[in-house]
């Protein structure tokens, strides 16, 4: 849901008085709950091994592409199927302050202005405890070192330590596991490996837009080019795409986010090249070659194979890494085995209607690639399929597990966390709602009588629409003026928003309707739309 329109409803139940001074209100008969992020989702500690000096390396944003090359650097280990950094003195922790949540909150706590870019599950964390969730608990979080393999033995005790513990901390109760993005193949590689403990310790897992058969053209422009995790003014301070690019090709996690070349794809996945050639009479051409996944390995090698890094003076080759690509085709067939325990239960959701890279395309007819060292400094172009902007829904959707359900939301990858409709699945499933109907912090119910949103491109311009109807019940007092006048009342709110970088803008307007009160009910009629456009 756009921004603008969230902030319009808010501002409504504001103005029906349905928000009141926020109470803090715990339900002690909560199973607890266990988030887990995706890849880049928790916050990562540099220690110096000398002096026991303790910095943020990710998230930050003043001085960080400095401290990300400093600190994160990496190369693989075969032998032991682990990345360490290149700075030996170093060594990388997750914090576990607030019971594993505040590594998992905001990325960058000192960040003011414009934090939300690097809220993870900020929202969901907030919405939780507005159901009555507690931190340390009935509520948890597991940040992890996110370079590593899904698979990575000491990941994979470390999670079995946090399951272990809050079951003893919410006194026996089974665990339910939120997950998000590459979160869901860590958790699937758990529950491969470890079913006994899974189905000991869990009652249910949901999978929030999980890359189950990777994402691949996500994945391919990464590998080749690098990629930004914040856009922006924001990116401007941030790290480069090229130093990212460098910790990416040593990364175990993201070999295994590519896509699969075993899965039966509904439009396949390519990298495509447009390459100029001269035939043995001198004369050129163009041609348009397509490589499937397994075909694209050799294009990576060359492309690749001059890729360096310059490291305290010391010039270290970072080529495609053909082992990292063995551990983790080792890590897909892990995943194909992996089965959901007979007492676990396990539900998916996945994001649609965003536009999602999934073949990648380098050159063009008019300006072909002559030589393929050219590709980690050319522009891709991408051709998009169905998806949350990142993974596709083809991909989201096919977890190859016994599911009680899997329910489409229209949402971007990152965004998908904090929506609405998200919240409503999830407290459903959690049943954290015994009556669906039922606010206990401000004791009232409300009968979601009616509820349509619909998503569209239009001119150029993204056009987000909303229509939901209330029957709310009190036998409070609010909204007693509007009763007693036995009029029908109606209200409209607009509001505008421009992009620090005059690129963007986004306007929103709603309008209400206030039936009068009626045996006990009042009849609420909401319409809002918001326009936006990016560059």
């Given at each position: 849901m756009a921004m603008l329109i969230e902030e319009l409803i808010k501002s409504i139940e504001m103005w029906l008085k349905l928000i009141k001074k926020p109470q803090e209100y715990i339900d002690p008969n909560l199973d607890p709950v266990l988030l887990v992020p995706g890849v880049a989702g928790s916050i990562l500690n540099a220690v110096d091994k000398k002096t026991g000096r303790t910095e943020r390396v990710w998230v930050r944003i003043l001085g960080a592409d400095h401290e990300f090359c400093d600190k994160l650097w990496c190369r693989f280990d075969p032998s032991t199927g682990k990345t360490t950094n290149l700075d030996p003195d170093t060594s990388i922790e997750v914090p576990e302050d607030r019971y594993g949540l505040h590594a998992i909150d905001n990325l960058d706590p000192d960040m003011i202005v414009g934090s939300d870019c690097v809220y993870y599950y900020h929202d969901?964390?907030?919405?939780?405890?507005?159901?009555?969730?507690?931190?340390?608990?009935?509520?948890?979080?597991?940040?992890?070192?996110?370079?590593?393999?899904?698979?990575?033995?000491?990941?994979m005790e470390c999670f079995a330590q946090k399951l272990e513990s809050i079951h003893t901390a919410s006194g026996g109760k089974k665990i339910n596991i939120i997950s998000h993005s590459m979160g869901?193949?860590?958790?699937?590689?758990?529950?491969?490996?470890?079913?006994?403990?899974?189905?000991?310790?869990?009652?249910?897992?949901?999978?929030?837009?999980?890359?189950?058969?990777?994402?691949?053209?996500?994945?391919?422009?990464?590998?080749?080019?690098?990629?930004?995790?914040?856009?922006?003014?924001?990116?401007?301070?941030?790290?480069?795409?090229?130093?990212?690019?460098?910790?990416?090709?040593?990364?175990?996690?993201?070999?295994?986010?590519?896509?699969?070349?075993?899965?039966?794809?509904?439009?396949?996945?390519?990298?495509?090249?447009?390459?100029?050639?001269?035939?043995?009479?001198?004369?050129?051409?163009?041609?348009?070659?397509?490589?499937?996944?397994?075909?694209?390995?050799?294009?990576?090698?060359?492309?690749?194979?001059?890729?360096?890094?310059?490291?305290?003076?010391?010039?270290?080759?970072?080529?495609?890494?053909?082992?990292?690509?063995?551990?983790?085709?080792?890590?897909?067939?892990?995943?194909c085995h992996a089965k959901v325990p007979d007492k676990v239960k396990f539900y998916n959701i996945y994001g649609t209607n965003y536009e999602t890279p999934h073949s990648v395309c380098y050159g063009s007819q008019n300006a072909p690639i002559s030589d393929l060292q050219q590709l980690p400094f050319v522009q891709s172009n991408y051709i998009s399929v169905d998806g949350d902007g990142t993974v596709p829904t083809e991909s989201a959707k096919a977890d190859g597990l016994k599911a009680e359900a899997r329910v489409g939301v229209p949402g971007d990858h990152r965004g998908i966390i904090c929506d609405r409709h998200v919240f409503r699945v999830i407290k459903h499933w959690l049943r954290a709602d015994h009556d669906p109907y039922y606010n206990p912090t401000n004791d009232y119910v409300i009968l979601p009588t009616s509820f349509d949103i619909e998503r569209h491109r239009e001119k150029g311009l993204d056009v987000t629409s909303l229509r939901e109807e209330w029957e709310i019940v009190s036998e409070s007092q609010d909204g007693k003026e509007n009763a007693d006048s036995g009029k029908t009342k109606v209200g409209s709110i607009s509001v505008s928003h421009v992009g620090d970088d005059n690129t963007t803008w986004e306007e929103a307007h709603a309008t209400v309707i206030v039936h009068p009160k009626s045996e006990g009910k009042q009849h609420v009629e909401l319409n809002a739309m918001s326009v936006s456009a990016r560059a």
């Open positions: 969901m964390i907030v919405e939780m405890l507005s159901w009555g969730y507690q931190e340390g608990k009935t509520l948890f979080g597991f940040g992890y070192d996110f370079r590593q393999s899904n698979r990575l033995q000491e990941t869901g193949l860590l958790v699937k590689c758990f529950m491969a490996l470890h079913s006994d403990i899974f189905e000991k310790y869990v009652k249910n897992w949901i999978a929030i837009a999980a890359p189950f058969q990777g994402a691949p053209g996500y994945i391919t422009s990464s590998l080749l080019n690098g990629t930004s995790f914040v856009h922006g003014w924001e990116e401007r301070f941030f790290i480069s795409k090229w130093s990212m690019h460098q910790l990416l090709i040593e990364c175990p996690s993201i070999y295994e986010l590519m896509g699969c070349p075993d899965f039966h794809w509904e439009h396949a996945p390519l990298l495509e090249i447009w390459k100029e050639k001269s035939n043995s009479n001198g004369e050129s051409s163009v041609v348009l070659e397509s490589y499937s996944p397994l075909e694209a390995v050799s294009v990576y090698e060359l492309a690749l194979s001059n890729n360096k890094v310059t490291y305290n003076g010391e010039k270290i080759s970072l080529p495609f890494n053909l082992e990292l690509l063995k551990w983790a085709n080792k890590t897909r067939e892990i995943l």
